[in-house]
T-cell receptor, first 116, second 111 residues
Framework: DTGVSQNPRHKITKRGQNVTFRCDPISEHNRLYWYRQTLGQGPEFLTYFQNEAQLEKSRLLSDRFSAERPKGSFSTLEIQRTEQGDSAMYLC??????????????FGPGTRLTVL | GDSVTQMEGPVTLSEEAFLTINCTYTATGYPSLFWYVQYPGEGLQLLLKATKADDKGSNKGFEATYRKETTSFHLEKGSVQVSDSAVYFCALNTNAGKSTFGDGTTLTVKP
């Protein structure tokens, strides 16, 4: 399967714990995006990378959130001191090419986080 | 800022009925417009797209036309099937490439 993969698919944690999610984009894609989706809502942009550079972060991304993309390949999203409001589906997407409005993104299956 | 507004659901139709899901947008510049579909238990899949005014995107019998004058990108299908039951998201991309999504419309098609 050459699509975007995300691990784990599900994560249940207790409030206050740290969690880390991984995203493996399509191999030749240089751009990688993270979104968050809560029930009944559309995905909301969190951050994106072009190669290893993090180019934009949403105001939704509090100081407890950090994302990395070492060597421009896979990416990790870490949430420190999780809160119940962090419970959501975290989606990763990747695309190829220069920045542009017609840049088609390919989405992974998501990681569902539940904070108890 | 950029925003996408979709008609509220859920939408329930009988098989072979005509489908319209309304989508309007607000954006600076000249966005590209997309429709994504999410089947139960699966990830988002691109259904169709249009990159400039008056373009028509089409796929699997679904169509949508980029209307700049009305800032709309309504999704249509002439005859829906039970297998079309899913959540449909309208989205736009700006030159930065990130997407802004609507809240989704759940479609249920009954036999």
């Amino acid at each position: 399967d050459t699509g975007v993969s995300q691990n784990p698919r599900h994560k249940i944690t207790k409030r206050g714990q740290n969690v880390t999610f991984r995203c493996d984009p399509i191999s030749e894609h240089n751009r990688l995006y993270w979104y968050r989706q809560t029930l009944g809502q559309g995905p909301e942009f969190l951050t994106y990378f072009q190669n290893e550079a993090q180019l934009e972060k949403s105001r939704l991304l509090s100081d407890r959130f950090s994302a990395e993309r070492p060597k421009g390949s896979f990416s990790t999203l870490e949430i420190q001191r999780t809160e119940q409001g962090d419970s959501a589906m975290y989606l990763c997407a990747s695309s190829f090419g220069r920045a542009g409005a017609d840049n088609e993104q390919f989405f992974g299956p998501g990681t569902r986080l539940t904070v108890l | 800022g950029d925003s996408v507004t979709q008609m509220e659901g859920p939408v329930t139709l009988s098989e072979e009925a005509f489908l319209t899901i309304n989508c309007t947008y607000t954006a600076t510049g000249y966005p590209s417009l997309f429709w994504y579909v999410q089947y139960p238990g699966e990830g988002l899949q691109l259904l169709l797209k249009a990159t400039k005014a008056d373009d028509k995107g089409s796929n699997k019998g679904f169509e949508a036309t980029y209307r700049k004058e009305t800032t709309s990108f309504h999704l249509e299908k002439g005859s829906v099937q039970v297998s079309d039951s899913a959540v449909y998201f309208c989205a736009l991309n700006t030159n930065a490439g990130k997407s802004t999504f609507g809240d989704g419309t759940t479609l249920t098609v009954k036999p």
